[in-house]
């Protein structure tokens, strides 16, 4: 029978992939601007490249089954991405559209045929030597044309150290798990450098602009100018390298990634150098005033144009641009003839050097200052620019869905999203029964307008895995996950086997940490906040809202399976998170004991009680100590790793406790924003600080004086702006047995909580 075309194409990418697998190099010459090629021989091409990419992946997430799997490529589906996944002449044969399907549908069988699990936080590879039958073919096909990942955030509370060898990792698991449009903002300096250099301004002239890399989301939103620099030129250069790594290994596997557009922002030099262009002020939180350029300025589209223009120089492109004008900034005027010719400009910008531009926004602006965004606000800003050429990112979909707010946005494509995590806090915490259904009943809406896709917009990663799984099991289907046995099979893929103790924490967690609530986010510990007697202070809510006492069931339960899981490095991750997450909630019962010791002025008691909770925190860094992922030295060497002089590794490393801590300045309002319960942390900031509190207040209660509160909270400011300016070294290896540190927790800790609990 004479092969259909699409038979010849899979047969001829298969060929392909068996010289890759057998060790041959196989060259797929360059397509140069002269070349004319048939459509068939560019989908040959390209799937080529999609090969060599995707079975580079398998060889690194399965390296020594990779031979086990075959990949072949198949046309969409209507239009829509498709993986199959079935056996053949004792193969597992992944098919695909491109390089993510494939992956997904490695994925899928990693998952539902070998009980495997790939995450942040523990990695189980449960495969045999002779990999399990796929009895019959599986086919899956997405219903979501695009499915997003990222937040201007996480590439600061997650990413901002991040070399290559994390990112190869993380994009793996982009691909995996569907991720075809990731927002892609590294090395964005560099645009800006050669830029703003081609309009006269200098490196020096510069210095004031460009931020630390701490710093770089809020510089690129416009929010802040300079903070934490100034910017070394080795940082720009190693990561524009960096971008291009990255940007070419998501467009191996067939991703769509986002780049920035010009927002308005310009340097402060910039009015010295054009006096004539039209500049407004703004500022954010505690941080001086940025200069915009105004969108009426004919500069604007001008520069805008040099963007685009640079970008694609040095970059490729997609298509797709990012820009945000008024991220968490009040807009000068409300006037919608106004706000429609700023979204005009900024479209027109983009569109002048692309004509395929598309601009991806954040919706976040409409949440964030609803009281400004009304309808005719929102529809001056959206209305400017073409349907097709705009998609909007709905970006905390399982909390603030604004697109039932806005008609679906008045027509626009837009995009569902959980936002889940804020500022990276440390606390079990997601809304599992809406992110499991709430994606199937937005798609299946009668007024959900143009929506076109999924996505995860958290402001930080690397934790609570179980909620981004679950999410980005929405990704190849159309209808509602039944959590009950999701969440079983979950516990086997993530454990290696069965437990009905391990099944029964999990139960009490559903509907405990990962309920819904009507807060904006996990609690935090109070110890991580600064020292006071309220339950709540800048920054650190603690409020629960579920018993904290069943939370200890499923300590109780989770302990209980130590013996037959304690091999599993989730089993290992999850049961130091559990024990933290009570340590943390009890640390609260604690200090509203002392606070009612001062204040029945018992001087014995008080300082048993603080004392108490030293010794409270001191355990909590020796639990932490155990798991890589809590620790506070990884994230200040991994910053110090990037510096090329001792100078620039003192400032990288100063950028990474600033954030964590006070933010920016000793007065900034966001300290404590990104506050994290990190062995190193613990012991090296958050306790002295306690210690130092707990010293004073003794103090004055010897002396029969009143404690002032203010007069300690300032003189504290200035100990942490030390801390932060400080170089002692914290370990970045882990130190301590997972199990056994967190069963001597369970033994000391669990009654006495209990009681605790009870006595309240």
Same mark, same amino acid.
């Given at each position: 029978?004479?092969?259909?075309?699409?038979?010849?194409?899979?047969?001829?990418?298969?060929?392909?992939?068996?010289?890759?697998?057998?060790?041959?190099?196989?060259?797929?010459?360059?397509?140069?601007?002269?070349?004319?090629?048939?459509?068939?021989?560019?989908?040959?091409?390209?799937?080529?490249?999609?090969?060599?990419?995707?079975?580079?992946?398998?060889?690194?997430?399965?390296?020594?089954?990779?031979?086990?799997?075959?990949?072949?490529?198949?046309?969409?589906?209507?239009?829509?991405?498709?993986?199959?996944?079935?056996?053949?002449?004792?193969?597992?044969?992944?098919?695909?559209?491109?390089?993510?399907?494939?992956?997904?549908? #490695?994925?899928?069988?990693?998952?539902?045929?070998?009980?495997?699990?790939?995450?942040?936080?523990?990695?189980?590879?449960?495969?045999?030597?002779?990999?399990?039958?796929?009895?019959?073919?599986?086919?899956?096909?997405?219903?979501?044309?695009?499915?997003?990942? #990222?937040?201007?955030?996480?590439?600061?509370?997650?990413?901002?150290?991040?070399?290559?060898?994390?990112?190869?990792?993380?994009?793996?698991?982009?691909?995996?798990? $569907?991720?075809?449009?990731?927002?892609?903002?590294?090395?964005?300096?560099?645009?800006?450098?050669?830029?703003?250099?081609?309009?006269?301004?200098?490196?020096?002239?510069?210095?004031?602009?460009?931020?630390?890399?701490?710093?770089?989301?809020?510089?690129?939103?416009?929010?802040?100018?300079?903070?934490?620099?100034?910017?070394?030129?080795?940082?720009?250069?190693?990561?524009?390298?960096?971008?291009?790594?990255?940007?070419?290994?998501?467009?191996?596997?067939?991703?769509?990634?986002?780049?920035?557009?010009?927002?308005?922002?310009?340097?402060?030099?910039?009015?010295?150098?054009?006096?004539?262009?039209?500049?407004?002020?703004?500022?954010?939180?505690?941080?001086?005033?940025?200069?915009?350029?105004?969108?009426?300025?004919?500069?604007?589209?001008?520069?805008?144009?040099?963007?685009?223009?640079?970008?694609?120089?040095?970059?490729?492109?997609?298509?797709?641009?990012?820009?945000?004008?008024?991220?968490?900034?009040?807009?000068?005027?409300?006037?919608?003839?106004?706000?429609?010719?700023?979204?005009?400009?900024?479209?027109?910008?983009?569109?002048?050097?692309?004509? /395929?531009?598309?601009?991806?926004?954040?919706?976040?602006?409409?949440?964030?200052?609803?009281?400004?965004?009304?309808?005719?606000?929102?529809?001056?800003?959206?209305?400017?620019?073409?349907?097709?050429?705009?998609?909007?990112?709905?970006?905390?979909?399982?909390?603030?869905?604004?697109?039932?707010?806005?008609?679906?946005?008045?027509?626009?494509?837009?995009?569902?999203?959980?936002?889940?995590?804020?500022?990276?806090?440390?606390?079990?915490?997601?809304?599992?029964?809406?992110?499991?259904?709430?994606?199937?009943?937005?798609?299946?809406?009668?007024?959900?307008?143009?929506?076109?896709?999924?996505?995860?917009?958290?402001?930080?990663?690397?934790?609570?895995?179980?909620?981004?799984?679950?999410?980005?099991?929405?990704?190849?289907?159309?209808?509602?996950?039944?959590?009950?046995?999701?969440?079983?099979?979950?516990?086997?893929?993530?454990?290696?086997?069965?437990?009905?103790?391990?099944?029964?924490?999990?139960?009490?967690?559903?509907?405990?940490?990962?309920?819904?609530?009507?807060?904006?986010?996990?609690? /935090?510990?109070?110890?991580? $906040?600064?020292?006071?007697?309220?339950?709540?202070?800048?920054?650190?809510?603690?409020?629960?809202?579920?018993?904290?006492?069943? #939370?200890?069931?499923?300590?109780?339960?989770?302990?209980?399976?130590?013996?037959?899981?304690?091999?599993?490095?989730?089993?290992?991750?999850?049961?130091?998170?559990?024990?933290? %997450?009570?340590?943390?909630?009890?640390?609260?019962?604690?200090?509203? %004991?002392?606070?009612?010791?001062?204040?029945?002025?018992?001087?014995?008691?008080?300082?048993?009680?603080?004392?108490?909770?030293?010794?409270?925190?001191?355990?909590?860094?020796?639990?932490?100590?155990?798991?890589?992922?809590?620790? #506070?030295?990884?994230?200040?060497?991994?910053?110090?790793?990037? $510096?090329?002089?001792? /100078?620039?590794?003192?400032?990288?490393?100063?950028?990474?406790?600033?954030?964590?801590?006070?933010?920016?300045?000793?007065?900034?309002?966001?300290?404590?924003?990104?506050?994290?319960?990190?062995?190193?942390?613990?012991?090296?900031?958050?306790?002295?600080?306690?210690?130092?509190?707990?010293?004073?207040?003794?103090?004055?209660?010897?002396?029969?004086?009143?404690?002032?509160?203010? $007069?300690?909270?300032?003189?504290?400011?200035?100990?942490?702006?030390?801390?932060?300016?400080?170089?002692?070294?914290?370990?970045?290896?882990? /130190?301590?047995?997972?199990?056994?540190?967190?069963?001597?927790?369970?033994?000391?800790?669990?009654?006495?909580?209990?009681?605790?609990?009870?006595?309240?």
């Amino acid at each position: 029978m004479k092969p259909t075309r699409k038979h010849s194409l899979q047969r001829t990418v298969g060929a392909l992939l068996l010289f890759m697998l057998l060790g041959t190099s196989c060259a797929v010459p360059k397509k140069t601007a002269t070349t004319a090629e048939s459509p068939a021989a560019t989908a040959v091409a390209r799937s080529a490249a999609n090969a060599e990419a995707v079975y580079g992946l398998i060889k690194r997430v399965v390296p020594t089954h990779a031979r086990h799997f075959t990949v072949e490529f198949i046309p969409k589906e209507a239009g829509k991405d498709v993986y199959e996944v079935e056996s053949r002449d004792g193969k597992i044969v992944l098919r695909g559209n491109n390089g993510i399907s494939v992956a997904s549908a #490695l994925n899928h069988y990693l998952k539902y045929y070998t009980n495997s699990s790939i995450t942040w936080n523990g990695f189980n590879l449960n495969l045999s030597d002779t990999l399990p039958v796929v009895a019959q073919k599986v086919r899956h096909v997405s219903p979501y044309k695009y499915r997003y990942y #990222l937040n201007y955030c996480t590439y600061n509370y997650t990413m901002s150290w991040w070399d290559w060898d994390r990112w190869q990792w993380e994009i793996d698991w982009m691909a995996m798990n $569907g991720i075809n449009m990731p927002l892609s903002i590294t090395g964005q300096n560099a645009i800006h450098r050669r830029v703003y250099n081609s309009m006269g301004l200098t490196d020096k002239d510069l210095e004031s602009f460009f931020s630390g890399p701490a710093y770089f989301s809020w510089f690129w939103m416009g929010n802040l100018d300079g903070w934490g620099g100034p910017l070394p030129v080795s940082w720009m250069e190693s990561h524009e390298a960096l971008q291009k790594q990255i940007l070419e290994r998501q467009r191996g596997l067939g991703m769509t990634p986002i780049l920035p557009a010009f927002t308005g922002h310009v340097p402060p030099a910039f009015k010295e150098k054009f006096p004539q262009a039209n500049l407004k002020k703004t500022n954010w939180v505690s941080f001086p005033d940025v200069h915009l350029l105004d969108p009426d300025d004919p500069m604007f589209v001008e520069i805008g144009k040099k963007f685009i223009e640079e970008t694609i120089a040095t970059y490729g492109t997609d298509h797709l641009y990012t820009s945000d004008t008024f991220n968490e900034n009040r807009p000068p005027s409300d006037d919608s003839v106004f706000l429609n010719n700023v979204s005009q400009k900024v479209y027109q910008s983009m569109a002048a050097a692309d004509p /395929e531009a598309v601009w991806v926004m954040q919706g976040w602006l409409f949440h964030f200052s609803r009281d400004f965004w009304k309808p005719r606000q929102i529809q001056a800003m959206l209305h400017a620019v073409p349907d097709d050429k705009m998609i909007i990112l709905d970006l905390w979909s399982e909390k603030n869905p604004m697109w039932l707010k806005t008609n679906a946005y008045y027509g626009k494509p837009w995009i569902w999203n959980m936002l889940h995590n804020f500022g990276g806090n440390v606390n079990m915490y997601g809304l599992m029964d809406r992110v499991a259904t709430w994606p199937s009943e937005a798609l299946h809406h009668p007024e959900k307008g143009k929506m076109i896709g999924i996505g995860l917009t958290p402001e930080a990663i690397e934790q609570n895995p179980v909620v981004y799984e679950l999410m980005m099991e929405n990704a190849w289907r159309e209808t509602p996950i039944e959590l009950e046995s999701w969440l079983e099979g979950y516990t086997k893929r993530r454990y290696g086997r069965e437990n009905a103790s391990a099944s029964k924490a999990w139960e009490i967690l559903r509907r405990t940490v990962y309920a819904d609530t009507l807060t904006s986010g996990g609690p /935090e510990s109070i110890i991580v $906040g600064r020292p006071t007697f309220n339950k709540n202070t800048g920054g650190v809510t603690t409020t629960l809202t579920y018993e904290p006492l069943e #939370l200890v069931k499923a300590w109780d339960h989770l302990i209980a399976a130590s013996e037959e899981l304690q091999n599993s490095e989730g089993y290992r991750f999850d049961l130091v998170d559990l024990t933290r %997450q009570v340590m943390a909630n009890y640390a609260t019962v604690k200090q509203q %004991q002392f606070a009612q010791d001062f204040k029945n002025k018992d001087l014995a008691a008080f300082k048993l009680h603080s004392a108490e909770f030293i010794s409270l925190i001191d355990d909590m860094d020796k639990l932490l100590a155990t798991q890589k992922d809590f620790l #506070l030295g990884r994230w200040l060497n991994a910053a110090k790793a990037w $510096g090329t002089t001792d /100078e620039e590794k003192k400032l990288y490393e100063k950028n990474a406790r600033n954030l964590l801590t006070l933010w920016g300045n000793k007065d900034n309002k966001l300290s404590e924003y990104a506050n994290r319960q990190w062995s190193g942390l613990l012991n090296g900031y958050y306790k002295p600080r306690w210690q130092q509190y707990f010293d004073y207040v003794v103090s004055q209660m010897e002396k029969g004086q009143e404690v002032d509160q203010k $007069g300690f909270t300032e003189k504290i400011k200035n100990w942490e702006w030390q801390w932060v300016n400080s170089h002692e070294s914290y370990r970045d290896k882990t /130190e301590g047995d997972a199990v056994v540190v967190a069963s001597g927790m369970y033994r000391k800790y669990n009654q006495r909580i209990k009681n605790g609990y009870r006595a309240q």
